[in-house]
């Protein structure tokens, strides 16, 4: 059944940032069928709709799909041989490979008319994440397409029964949330509502084992589980952020916490880097969307809303590199940081970065860098061996570390009673898949 | 067979780095050294050890440059680099991974027909140009192309020499010969080390054994190989002089500075044919028995010894093939020690195809290069031999271009 609805499927945004990596991971999975089932095929069976109202960035799509799908050919190409072994015309690797890239240029379709997507199957919505929008483009879509077409959503934070309701697709529509970037990250969060039918979810397992994903399934409670842990870590960051400014000024508060869950936590970035990349319109979108749906919890951040006032957004740009936002980069590598107060950034100095590790004091010495710890084998070992120490610390450093980590294990306890989680285990999957980290939060290290 | 008719030399030999993967330096986005660039290093190299740069002939030796990079005529190469030999005779010799040995054999030929009294040998190759999924398509050539490539594995010649050690392990101790091809990897990295311009000279893993000793996995790679127990996807140069003694003295060239061919032979197997027994490498066999009658030694008298490791499964079948270990027990020898510096015959002391590198055209004049530095005792990891001998084999594609050079001290 799989393979047949593979045959026609279409992304909504196609072009985006999401909609973009989505599409790659379609284009792949639906190139590889198409060639393994109709090896002799001149013309394909299959259709991948790209739709995106642009044009303009159709065109762009298009040649980031290229190279991408020729990469992947080269990757998979002991099974492309395989899957060729019929045609005696294509016998050296750059044959088969330019058979695959030049079958999937056929199979993909970029188009900004929505009615191509009539015959589809499968639909991926990956539009900004905007309730109204959704809706009007999910019943858009509906509306073109038969009652039998199933949508996934790339949604992060609004609730999907509330979507699937605005958009009249009772059991019909799935949170698919992927990670950006998705054709790198491996996770997807996986929400379903009470009316979703047991055989769409198994579809949906389906396709995610097809797509090479991890998934993890979320109760449907705004923010789900990623942005359920880090928008309430982020919060926490900028809390005692500004606890710190009075004393330290707040340009020098965020480069010591940002250092504190970077080093002294061994995370792949520190959480005002984190909120950088994701982008703090973004943040500041989730946290009006969970604000609104959680009941119980006031979750805003007035620094956030200065910092957007002041026209700091963060994000990145189209190829990947990191837009001015808690810090200026070089390379992705923070060189200076914002200082609300006097609207500037303020260089990262070798006198500055003293300043903050004099005040934070010396890491444990059985330290060693999340890049270095992430390809050890034995990281479970010397991580123990880290936090065992980190924990009979008391210098600054090692009391905000162990706080902003007990904190951390408290939102993941929380998210698990909540029932967002069924488990301790499925909050570390997602931390460890969306966000890498190496351990989860609640754990036999400290 | 008949001794050579006159004495025949090399000498003034030189290696550039060999360049690619396994290098700090390497990156495959960054730009590399152009063909061109590594020529004219290693024809300075060589002309930095001559007083006269006249030279009578010319040999150019590399198998895909025509692919790899666009470049054919190869002997235009030659006039390029040295103004001696514009208006004479230069070729260009291909026997895929078997071209260096094969064009120092038609340099050797060219003196004993007494047309030239010296022969400029220069091996290039350029490898880095594409990815390795494309080199495969290239070296795929080596093999017999209509007949095998198609059904092929991806990336061809591994899967030719997986299937080689596929046999082997069924036939004889799988586990031992897993630890044979460990040890020889670990021998190549160890030698490597020693010799800044190898590949693998920055390889600082504690555990080679234990990493050559990874379990082959079909599904990633081989069903019988795993990568380490491959030679490397190199960039690189090497030269030498061949001359005869009137060469020498023209070429201001010390007898004591050079080596001497006592014994050679090239030998052909057909392209076509897959190998009768594949635990044995036939056409090795011939050549090195001929090159050793033509010498008037045993294996016995042999000090050193030149591999062409281009899997390690490939040279421990040779060991067992010339005859330094019995059949089936190649890998005892080697894990006996038998082929390190202070070992009974100490073998590919720069580190080999899997640890120096292998530019597939250059690699049989590389190896006489250090046969060449062992032998006037120039080498970075010195044998401390007796015996006056050394022997080299290159090998072409599935062990079908194969020539065998027995070499030998010059005593002053």
Same mark, same amino acid.
Request: hydrophobic content about 25%; aromatic content about 6%.
């Given at each position: 059944m799989l393979d047949q609805a593979l045959k026609n499927v279409s992304v909504i945004g196609a072009a985006g940032k999401m909609g973009s990596g989505i599409s790659l991971l379609l284009l792949q999975e639906m190139t590889r069928l198409e060639i393994a089932d109709? /090896?002799?095929?001149?013309? /394909?069976d299959a259709t991948l709709n790209l739709v995106d109202r642009n044009q303009n960035v159709l065109k762009g799509l298009l040649s980031y799909l290229k190279p991408q799908m020729v990469r992947y050919a080269e990757k998979n190409i002991v099974a492309l041989r395989a899957n060729l072994?019929?045609?005696?015309?294509?016998?050296?690797n750059a044959e088969i490979i330019e058979e695959y890239v030049n079958r999937a240029l056929l199979i993909a379709n970029p188009t900004s008319?929505?009615?191509?997507?009539?015959?589809?199957?499968l639909i991926f919505e990956a539009v900004f994440e905007k309730l109204e929008l959704k809706e009007q483009v999910l019943s858009g879509l509906a509306d073109i397409c038969s009652p039998e077409t199933l949508f996934f959503t790339n949604t992060s934070s609004i609730p999907i029964s509330v979507v699937e309701k605005a958009a009249k697709l009772e059991g019909r529509l799935i949170g698919y949330h992927f990670y950006n970037p998705p054709a790198v990250q491996r996770l997807v969060e996986v929400i379903t509502s009470p009316t979703t039918p047991d055989s769409f979810k198994k579809l949906s397992d389906e396709i995610g084992k097809r797509l090479n994903k991890v998934l993890v399934p979320a109760n449907d409670?705004?923010?789900?589980i990623g942005n359920g842990h880090f928008i309430r870590d982020g919060l926490y960051g900028i809390n005692q952020m500004e606890k710190l400014s009075g004393e330290l000024g707040q340009d020098k508060s965020v480069l010591i916490i940002n250092k504190v869950t970077q080093d002294f936590m061994i995370r792949p970035m520190g959480i005002f880097q984190l909120i950088d990349y994701v982008g703090l319109d973004v943040v500041q979108m989730i946290l009006e969307t969970m604000d609104r749906y959680i009941e119980n919890e006031t979750l805003n951040s007035q620094f956030i809303q200065d910092m957007l006032q002041a026209g700091i957004f963060g994000g990145q740009f189209s190829d990947g590199s990191q837009k001015d936002g808690f810090f200026q980069y070089q390379k992705n590598f923070p060189v200076s940081v914002f200082d609300l107060n006097r609207k500037t950034y303020v260089p990262i100095s070798e006198s500055l970065n003293s300043e903050c590790d004099k005040y934070l004091g010396e890491l444990a010495p059985e330290f060693l860098p999340w890049k270095v710890l992430s390809r050890d084998r034995n990281k479970d070992k010397k991580m123990k061996a880290y936090f065992t120490t980190l924990f009979q610390q008391n210098s600054k450093g090692a009391e905000l570390a162990k706080a902003y980590l007990m904190n951390s294990r408290k939102i993941s306890e929380n998210l698990v009673e909540g029932g967002i989680a069924e488990s301790a285990e499925d909050v570390s999957k997602v931390l460890s898949n969306g966000f890498y980290h190496l351990y989860g939060p609640e754990n036999s290290l400290f | 067979m008949k001794a050579l008719r006159k004495k025949v030399y090399v000498a003034a030999g030189y290696n550039t780095m060999f360049f690619?993967?396994?290098?700090?330096?390497?990156?495959?986005k960054k730009p590399m050294r152009a063909f061109e660039d590594y020529l004219n290093e290693t024809f300075q190299g060589t002309c930095d050890q001559l007083v006269n740069t006249d030279f009578d002939e010319g040999v150019f030796t590399n198998f895909a440059a025509m692919r790899f990079?666009?470049?054919?005529?190869?002997?235009?190469?030659l006039p390029y680099l040295?103004?001696?030999?514009?208006g004479k005779s230069c070729t260009r010799v291909e026997g895929a991974c078997g071209s260096g040995g094969l064009g120092i054999a038609a340099a050797v030929k060219t003196i004993l027909s007494e047309l030239a009294d010296s022969v400029l040998v220069v091996g290039g190759e350029i490898q880095?140009?594409?990815k390795s999924v494309y080199g495969a398509d290239v070296l795929?050539? =080596?093999?017999y192309y209509k007949g095998d490539r198609k059904d092929g594995? =991806?990336?061809?010649f591994p899967g030719v020499f997986s299937d080689r050690a596929g046999t082997y392990g069924s036939v004889y101790d799988k586990d031992l010969m897993r630890q044979g091809m460990a040890k020889w990897y670990e021998l190549a990295v160890t030698s490597s080390r020693k010799?800044?311009?190898?590949?693998?000279?920055?390889?600082?893993?504690?555990d080679l054994f234990g990493l050559g000793m990874t379990p082959p996995n079909g599904k990633i790679f081989m069903d019988h190989l795993n990568l380490f127990d491959c030679s490397k996807v190199s960039d690189g140069a090497s030269s030498l002089v061949v001359a005869s003694e009137e060469g020498l003295k023209k070429l201001g060239v010390e007898l004591e500075d050079a080596i001497e061919i006592s014994g050679f032979a090239s030998a052909e197997g057909d392209i076509t044919e897959k190998p009768?027994?594949?635990?044995?490498l036939d056409i090795t066999k011939i050549a090195a028995e001929k090159a050793l009658l033509m010498a008037g030694?045993?294996?016995?008298?042999? =000090?050193m010894l030149e591999l062409h490791d281009c899997f390690s499964i490939a040279a421990l079948i040779a060991l067992e093939t010339i005859g330094f270990a019995k059949k089936g027990k190649g890998a005892e020898f080697l894990l006996e020690g038998?082929?390190?510096?202070?070992?009974?015959i100490p073998t590919?002391?720069?580190?080999?195809?899997?640890?120096?590198?292998?530019p597939v055209g250059v690699s049989g004049v590389r190896q006489m290069v250090d046969l060449l530095h062992q032998l006037t005792d120039k =080498?970075?990891?010195?044998v401390a031999y007796k015996n006056p001998f050394g022997m080299m084999v290159c090998m072409g594609g599935d062990d079908k271009t194969v020539s065998v050079f027995v070499t030998r001290k010059n005593q002053s």
């Open positions: 109709n /090896p002799a095929g001149k013309i /394909p072994s019929s045609r005696t015309d294509l016998v050296d008319n929505s009615k191509d997507t009539k015959d589809s199957k409670i705004a923010g789900f | 690619g993967p396994g290098r700090k330096e390497f990156h495959p990079i666009r470049q054919g005529n190869l002997p235009g190469f040295s103004k001696s030999l514009k880095n140009s594409m795929s050539a =080596a093999g594995h =991806a990336y061809f010799n800044p311009k190898s590949q693998e000279h920055h390889n600082s893993v504690e009768a027994d594949p635990t044995v030694i045993t294996i016995s008298d042999l =000090a038998n082929t390190k510096v202070s070992g009974k590919n002391m720069s580190g080999g195809l899997c640890g120096f590198g292998h =080498a970075e990891q010195q």
